[in-house]
């Protein structure tokens, strides 16, 4: 038993982001970190992923699979041809498999508003289980991410239920944002090629004339997680399960909710190569340094005993920007602080942080691009980090800013709650400021608390260790994942018995009729 145990696993990761390749937020930070971290420990891991135009362009050596290319797919009433080429994922056994198909993928953004949004990432799910095919790869796990990946595990149980490769291959669901479900016309199911199985596909979004890919996946894959435990509790519930708290509370003893953890060797400040000056808790005075050069960078004068908040974000209602623009100009008006902005997104979040720049230029600066040494810089470089989201199933910033002694200002929610403890100024316990309500007032008085902390420079300093000596890593999240896999795994025949060969395309005569759904 003990062997089965530590068998490698074969896990196939798809995503629609992976660092550091393709990247519009943590989602990608995650994929790239487990996939590191599941392959140091020994099993085979596959992410396979989409090769967009920065890709494609972005220098970066990859090489075609011979048996893999000009792959006909049937999708949307026409026939595509995409093909397959690996990419070695940086410090890592584990190989990204970039799935070409210029008509697709090779456009501006990750994400677009194109009518062919829904193909683009049916086309990635099934090209997962055509690149197991073509290298004969049998994989245990399929695990997918967020919605461009929901339909894998119903094509699992149609499309590709017949070929014997895929017998023991279990799905995962993760969600890391419920917010985003990848909802589309139902005139678009045929195209899917899942015409003859739309009864498994939820009834009452086909009456509603639409299809959920994220709920799909939800119903179909053998387990759910999430990207917190908070979160896991609260996407079962009517406000943060936006829609899907019936479908989840039906399946409530599949879901797991497994906190995300950090990569340690890109975001440490001792060994950071994207900060001006490195540092430990041992010795902090790199961080003033870090800070001194931020200011100079946005040309503001640094002052060591004025505070700094940063802000590193996308600008999208999740994130609770809102309440900010309650609270922020009577604060500026009255403290001495800077706040420093990176962030892109909506545009009324853009204007009010350019508004607010012009408004306090010796105050506040903002950055409206996409910056990842910036970001690194602006996570050494302030004294505070703030997330006011109004849900954050994860959020990988505040643990990124406790690793960098840039103490967090969150609220109680989804993996914030899970990740920050508040500070206690007589126990001197604690890692960052919390506030519970998503109210103005709340955020308001917690700010003003932290304002009042950074008074006291000792305790301060006190307050920076307890969250730089908190461990984020993927050695212990990871773990959680590997338990999670193994416990999904069919009891295996043994070793030594030879799989049965297949063919690629299943012939109509021999296509089972899939499994009920759950
Ligand atoms: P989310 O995935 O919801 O955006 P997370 O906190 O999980 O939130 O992850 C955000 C990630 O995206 C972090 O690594 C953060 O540094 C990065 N990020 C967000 N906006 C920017 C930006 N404008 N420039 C550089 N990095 C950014
Ligand atoms: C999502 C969430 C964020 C989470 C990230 C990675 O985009 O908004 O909270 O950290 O995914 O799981």
């Known amino acids: 038993m003990g062997g089965l145990m530590n068998q490698a696993l074969k896990i196939c990761l798809v995503s629609s982001e992976c660092t550091p390749f393709a990247k519009t937020g943590g989602l990608a930070d995650v994929v790239a970190a487990l996939g590191r971290f599941l392959s140091k420990r020994g099993n085979d891991v596959r992410i396979v992923m989409p090769m967009y135009s920065r890709i494609k362009n972005g220098g970066h050596e990859f090489y075609p699979v011979p048996d893999a290319q000009d792959i006909p797919i049937r999708l949307g009433g026409r026939t595509y041809w995409f093909s397959l080429s690996t990419l070695q994922l940086p410090r890592s056994s584990a190989k990204i498999w970039l799935v070409r198909c210029p008509e697709l993928y090779e456009r501006e953004g990750i994400y677009t508003q194109d009518a062919d949004e829904h193909l683009r990432f049916a086309l990635l799910s099934r090209a997962a289980f055509l690149m197991c095919q073509h290298t004969q790869w049998s994989p245990d796990i399929m695990h997918c991410n967020d919605w461009h990946t929901g ?3 119903i094509y699992l149980r149609t499309h590709y239920g017949w070929d014997k490769l895929f017998e023991n291959t279990r799905t995962v669901m993760t969600i890391h944002n419920i917010g985003y479900q ?7 199911v045929s195209g899917l090629g899942l015409d003859s199985d739309r009864y498994l596909l939820w009834q009452e979004d086909l009456n509603e004339n639409r299809i959920n890919y994220l709920k799909t996946g939800l119903v179909y894959a053998n387990a759910i997680t999430t990207v917190s435990r908070t979160y896991a509790q609260e996407i079962q519930g009517d406000e943060l399960g936006m829609g899907l708290a019936g479908v989840l509370r039906q399946r409530s003893d599949s879901i797991t909710g497994i906190v995300n953890g950090v990569d340690y060797e890109d975001w440490n400040p001792r060994d950071d190569v994207l900060i001006p000056h490195g540092y ?48 922020l100009t009577v604060l500026l008006q009255r403290e001495n602080m800077r706040v420093v902005v990176l962030g892109s997104g909506e545009e009324k979040y853009e204007s009010y942080f350019t508004w607010l720049q012009n408004t306090f230029p010796h105050k506040v600066a903002y950055d409206r691009g996409y910056k990842e040494d910036l970001s690194h810089h602006i996570e050494a470089g302030a004294d505070m980090f703030l997330m006011p989201s109004r849900y954050e199933p994860c959020g990988i910033n505040q643990m990124y800013s ?11 929610t989804g993996g914030l709650a899970d990740t920050v403890e508040q500070w206690d100024p007589q126990s001197r316990t604690g890692t960052g400021f919390l506030f519970g309500e998503f109210s103005a007032d709340a955020l308001m008085n917690t700010m003003r608390f932290a304002l009042d902390c950074w008074k006291d420079q000792e305790a301060w300093k006190v307050l920076q260790r307890n969250g730089m000596e908190k461990d984020f890593s993927w050695e212990r999240q990871g773990e959680e994942y590997i338990a999670l896999y193994r416990r999904l795994l069919p009891p295996r ?11 690629l395309t299943p012939p109509a005569t021999v296509r089972k009729a899939p499994a009920k759904g759950v």
């Open 151 to 153: 339909l894998i595990p």
């Open 182 to 188: 990848g909802t589309f016309s139902a005139e678009t």
């Open 280 to 327: 430990t808790i041992k010795d902090m005075s790199g961080k003033a340094l870090c800070k001194e050069a931020l200011m100079k960078r946005f040309g503001m004068s640094y002052e060591p005993a004025t505070p700094v908040f940063g802000i590193v974000s996308r600008l999208t209602f999740q994130k609770g920007f809102e309440l900010l623009a309650e609270i």
């Open 402 to 412: 406790l690793k960098y002694g840039t103490v967090p200002i969150v609220r109680r």
């Open 493 to 503: 025949a043994p070793l030594t018995t030879p799989r049965a060969t297949v063919t």
